[in-house]
């Protein structure tokens, strides 16, 4: 800090300006306002010469200026500019306030991201891997930088927080000051420092403005306060005033303040300023606070006593000693001027002496020193030269350097070890007679000169040949230096890609936005089922293959992400040219430029369209599974057949997705008759407010396919409501009723028990043909059993009946959940031929080995079930991977190998009462961890998994497979031995072994 009496002189300057500035020295109709460059003069103009320009529309009879100040000097700047206003931080305005009646205006209201604030502070940060600095305390003896000395965000805030802790920078840091805010965050990212303070927002505006990553800096006891979201390590003070100087005249004030406080905030000058604006002015003593408890500024002395002071207590003492000290000089002056001329004599004596003396230490420490710098240089020289040739030879690749005449003059060891002959043997010779080998010198060595780059094939291995001049003193090429790449891999790896993305069909495109030019992939082609010539390649070509009712969609995406308000991820529909649809899934990333403008966009295409009907297929397969699963809930649950049939109609809607349920008995019970009122309705569920009761509209029409399923006894599937299957025929109000509720396809079935038709359950479903031969075999299921959960009911009156039935609905409700799982496994191995039985002959073969084990019934039919369809995730396998007689490669067996997982995810909804999903999704696993997709091991695998383990390995080997025929079934029995204890269960392969050598057990159906 400086002396008291400096800062008089300099805080005086200000005062002596402001009050006897003259007239002359601006023009008249000219307002200067002074503004605190806080991060340098450029962006300071940059920022607030807006707001100059909003004053001078607002104001139009007076100029505005920005006039940058320093934090060296304000007061004298201020002073020499002869400004009219200052815009600057609360310490300097809290300084001229203080001194000379400085009166603020309005107070800023800073706006950073989308916050707010009329309020700062200061953040002490340093870089975020400097774990070793926790608190201020562990600052000390650090080399500390702050912004400047009477900068108050950037240095007085965090210097009251640190006295707090009982430091004092100028003693315990290494402080130093950066000038700019700038320069602060700069000098502790590149480790010039190793912590420092700024202003609140500093960190923020920089990491906005892309100038630093905000992940790279970490603060130092960060504190919180309401409201406030910036980081921050300091209390929080109001934000820069806007203040009028002693001589700015009272109306001009007026109007500028007037002028700030109306100012939109989202003018222009806001924008430009960083800012929402101005408000009405805040209290300051916050700052006055500080700066008594700092001592600084205009509170130097607080606390002090003045000489003013002193002398008007003790002025007797004072003039007594002065009288004292004058008689004794005079004694002693005439002493004294004798004394002085004898000494003068012999102290030019001595300085001559000295002066010599010097002189020969001096001459003789730089010569010392210029011997030093030499040894020094030298060394250097040395150890660079050394190091030079341990980095030359420590690079992997092959590096080689040769003459203007193509001669080998030095070679790396990778090089030389290529070449196959020492150094010795092949310096000198020219280089494409060595390595590589060619007819002649590579195209870049004819004209020698410059930087290259080529191709070099070396039989199966393939070099990148970087090649770079090296000129000699008259400036002309003397040597080359060639680094070969090995990129053989490279090259596999590249053509491993396109045969991946090839199986995959998924191809990239390249979009040059500023330029227009779109480039695809020979894979997108394919998927498109256009050749090159085909296409013109632009956006709005590509926009012509997208089907039209996606179109939209589409290009709402592309805009989306071009905005950066979404990345760019959407399934959507393409018109080959032979008029058939695909779908494909497309992502896409985009680059942006400085400012923040879409430049370039890369992304890929993947056809989709089995998948994506594979996935409808088992949203549809699943939706019918929980519904039958819920539905046989109700029946278990339900104790009032109005009850139950409530139930079962909102499980349709609620767990299956249709759009109208209901249940029609007969008017005349036990009877089946013709006419459009043979049914009425019983219950009913809707899943849209609208559709609320059409049940008896419809039953009123004529030929309901509910009232034909009643008739007929047997389902009756519409499954488009415009267009009525043979048989069926339907009145134009029934027509126009289905219409009105939006009934795409109705499927109506007879609940019938023990040959008695007791009523129709008909499902309405929002689109056509929603109604596939899977779905239409467990709703009939369903129906079958909510008939006879009917037929339960009004029997239940008799006990011992009551009790019958109820196990034949549990029997029931197993058998449907069994044929559900038969069917499932089915569904897979109709898909692969070569694997048919397989699921089954394994559930044989792991249920006898668990039944060897005393397991429980339970548990032995939970184990078949899991065996059944343990291997239902290869559905999402596509079906030539499975049949394929050649041997796969690790991208298409990854793929294979990821059905226990996809298994996993099927049935995993499907509340069974056995483990099930666990089986299926580690019946690969192996007990010391080898196996996938979790590498488990030991008891982590469930026991039936590892039962299912050692039985699906016996009927794997022992079976045909299109890549290998059937091994014999010693030799799959040989398998599971060797593994007894590392890869599978001992107890398990010593029962199989048992079973299958004393002839215990066989297969029941043949192996293919």
């Not at 504190?223 to 009272?250: K, Q």
């Not at 240089?377 to 003459?403: G, K, N, Q, Y």
């Not at 039936?944 to 080997?957: G, K, N, P, S, T």
């Amino acid at each position: 800090m400086h002396s008291f009496w400096h800062r008089i002189i300099l805080l005086g300057c200000l005062l002596l300006a402001a009050l006897g500035c003259p007239p002359g020295a601006v023009a008249d109709d000219e307002v200067r306002i002074g503004v605190l460059a806080k991060r340098g003069t450029e962006q300071a103009v940059d920022a607030w010469q807006a707001t100059a320009d909003y004053l001078n529309d607002r104001i139009p009879d007076r100029r505005f200026v920005i006039v940058p100040l320093d934090f060296r000097q304000p007061f004298v700047q201020v002073a020499e500019a002869g400004v009219d206003f200052v815009l600057a931080n609360s310490f300097f305005y809290t300084e001229m306030e203080a001194r000379y009646g400085a009166r603020r205006l309005v107070t800023l209201l800073n706006r950073v991201g989308d916050g707010i604030y009329s309020d700062f502070g200061g953040v002490v940060f340093t870089r975020v891997d400097r774990v070793d600095l926790q608190t201020f305390r562990d600052l000390r003896r650090r080399r500390f930088m702050a912004v400047d000395e009477y900068s108050f965000g950037g240095h007085l805030a965090a210097l009251r927080e640190i006295h707090r802790a009982g430091l004092n920078p100028e003693r315990d840091f290494d402080l130093s000051f950066g000038g700019t805010h700038d320069a602060v965050v700069y000098a502790v990212r590149d480790g010039l420092v190793d912590a420092g303070t700024v202003r609140t927002d500093t960190l923020e505006r920089m990491a906005a403005e892309g100038k630093i990553e905000l992940s790279d800096y970490r603060v130092i006891e960060p504190r919180r306060h309401p409201g406030f979201e910036l980081l921050c390590s300091t209390e929080l003070y109001p934000e820069w005033p806007f203040a009028a100087l002693p001589h700015t005249p009272e109306e001009l004030a007026r109007e500028v303040a007037t002028a700030l406080l109306a100012m939109p905030v989202d003018s222009e000058a806001a924008r430009r300023g960083g800012n929402a604006g101005w408000t009405t002015p805040r209290n300051y003593e916050p700052v006055h606070e500080l700066m008594r408890e700092l001592h600084v500024g205009a509170y130097t002395e607080y606390g002090m006593v003045g000489l003013a002071e002193v002398w008007r207590q003790y002025w007797p003492w004072f003039v007594g000693g002065v009288s004292l000290l004058l008689v004794f000089a005079v004694g002693g002056a005439a002493v004294l001027r004798v004394n002085r001329r004898i000494a003068h004599a012999d102290a030019a004596l001595r300085e001559a002496h000295a002066l010599l003396e010097r002189r020969v230490e001096e001459r003789t420490a730089e010569l010392r020193e210029a011997l030093a710098e030499l040894e020094e240089s030298r060394r250097r020289e040395t150890l660079a030269m050394r190091d030079w040739h341990d980095a030359f030879d420590a690079i992997a690749d092959p590096v080689f350097i040769h003459d203007a005449e193509m001669r080998l003059v030095h070679a790396n060891p990778a090089y030389v070890e290529r070449a196959g002959q020492s150094m010795a043997e092949i310096e000198g010779h020219p280089y494409w007679e060595v390595f590589p080998r060619l007819d002649g010198p590579l195209p870049e060595c004819r004209h020698l000169g410059g930087t290259a780059v080529s191709e070099v094939v070396q039989g199966a291995a393939v070099y990148l040949s970087r090649s770079f001049g090296i000129e000699g003193e008259d400036g002309g090429m003397r040597y080359a230096i060639h680094v070969l790449e090995d990129v053989t891999e490279e090259r596999r790896s590249k053509a491993s890609l396109l045969e991946a993305q090839r199986i995959a069909r998924l191809g990239n495109w390249d979009w040059d936005i500023v330029g227009g030019h779109l480039s695809w992939s020979d894979e997108i082609y394919r998927i498109f089922g256009l050749e090159p010539q085909q296409f013109a390649a632009t956006y709005e070509a590509f926009l012509d293959r997208v089907h039209p009712d996606d179109r939209e969609a589409v290009q709402a995406a592309v805009d989306r992400a071009l905005r950066r308000e979404q990345a760019y991820a959407i399934d959507h529909r393409i018109l080959l040219p032979n008029g058939r649809e695909r779908v494909v899934h497309e992502r896409g990333e985009v680059s942006f430029d400085a400012d923040g403008r879409p430049v370039h966009m890369l992304g890929t295409v993947q056809d989709v369209t089995e998948v994506r009907h594979a996935e409808r297929e088992l949203r549809r397969l699943n939706r019918a599974l929980r519904t039958i699963s819920r539905g046989n809930e109700v029946l278990v649950r339900a104790t009032e057949e109005q009850q139950l049939l409530d139930d079962v109609c909102e499980v349709l809607i609620r767990n299956g997705g249709y759009r109208m349920t209901w249940v029609g008995y007969p008017v005349q019970e036990g009877t089946v008759q013709a006419g459009a009122e043979a049914l009425r309705p019983i219950a009913w569920a809707a899943g849209e407010p609208d559709a609320s009761v059409p049940a008896t509209r419809l039953l009123e029409a004529d030929a309901d396919p509910g009232v034909l399923a009643w008739q007929r006894g047997e389902p009756v599937i519409v499954g488009d409501v415009d267009v009525m299957p043979d048989g069926v025929t339907v009145s134009g109000q029934w027509r126009e009723e289905a219409r009105r509720h939006r009934c795409g396809s109705i499927m109506a079935l007879p609940l019938r028990e023990n040959g008695t038709t007791l009523g129709a359950l008909s499902i309405c479903a929002a689109a056509p043909n929603a109604f596939d031969d899977a779905e239409v075999a467990l709703l009939t299921e369903l129906a079958n059993d909510l008939a006879f959960g009917i037929a339960a009911m009004r029997t239940r009156r008799q006990r011992e009946v009551a009790e019958n039935e109820r196990l034949r609905i549990a029997a029931d409700l197993e058998r449907a959940l069994v044929q559900t799982i038969q069917a499932i496994a089915l569904t897979v191995e109709k898909r692969d031929p070569y694997t048919a039985g397989h699921q089954q002959r394994v559930a044989e073969l792991a249920v006898a080995i668990a039944r060897a084990m005393d397991l429980p019934p339970q548990r032995l039919q939970g184990l078949r079930l899991g065996a059944e369809i343990h291997d239902i995730g290869k559905i999402y396998v596509p079906a030539e991977f499975l049949s394929r007689p050649g041997k796969l490669s690790d991208a298409e067996f990854d793929i294979i190998k990821a059905h226990p997982v996809v298994g996993h995810e099927i049935i995993k909804g499907v509340e069974f009462p056995w483990p099930v999903a666990d089986v299926v999704v580690q019946h690969h696993e192996r007990l010391d961890g080898s196996g996938y997709p979790h590498g488990l091991q030991g008891d982590e695998i469930c026991l039936e998994a590892r039962i299912l383990a050692v039985a699906d390995v016996v009927e794997a080997m022992a079976s045909h497979r299109p890549y290998r025929p059937a091994l014999p079934l010693e030799a799959a029995l040989e398998e599971i031995e060797q593994g007894r204890g590392l890869r599978y269960d001992p107890q398990v392969v010593d029962i199989c072994l048992r079973l299958f050598r004393d002839g215990s057990f066989t297969f029941s159906s043949p192996r293919v």
